[in-house]
């Protein structure tokens, strides 16, 4: 580990490596999306300007809008009080942070019957945003 990576070391990084990242909208305060990142993903983060996750389902790497372009631009990394969890305040770009083609990820809200009721709209086909999928 160099030097300039000592800052990774006042996280708590969970059992397997990663660490909860919220992804918060810059100037609204919107909260876009929860993902997951290891070391290698902060620090890409941090050295490029734009979010990089750690995918748990394709055990990889994953650039925020590789496939779609809808990269989040980081304006601010944060870290919480008990060092366990991330906060990147992002400007969306293209405007679309959810994989579903919609603004955010939290577009499902609990209703008075015990339902759960879509109240934000599809932007943009998921299929027109990845291809078949």
């Not at 050295?47 to 055990?59: H, Q």
Request: glycine content about 10%.
């Amino acid at each position: 580990m160099s030097t300039n990576d000592a800052w990774l070391e006042a996280i708590a990084w969970g059992p397997d490596g990663l660490i909860p990242a919220i992804a918060q909208e810059h100037g609204t305060g919107s909260v876009l999306m929860l993902a997951w990142m290891n070391r290698e993903a902060l620090r890409l983060t941090r050295e490029t300007g734009y979010a990089v996750y750690w995918s748990r389902s394709r055990a990889r790497l994953w650039h925020k809008g590789e496939a779609s372009g809808h990269r989040q631009r980081v304006h601010a990394i944060r870290l919480d009080c008990d060092g366990d969890v991330i906060l990147l305040e992002v400007e969306q770009q293209g405007g679309i942070a959810c994989h579903t083609g919609r603004h955010d990820c939290f577009y499902r809200e609990l209703d008075t019957t015990g339902d759960w009721v879509e109240i934000a709209p599809v932007l943009k086909d998921p299929a027109a945003i990845y291809g078949s999928i």
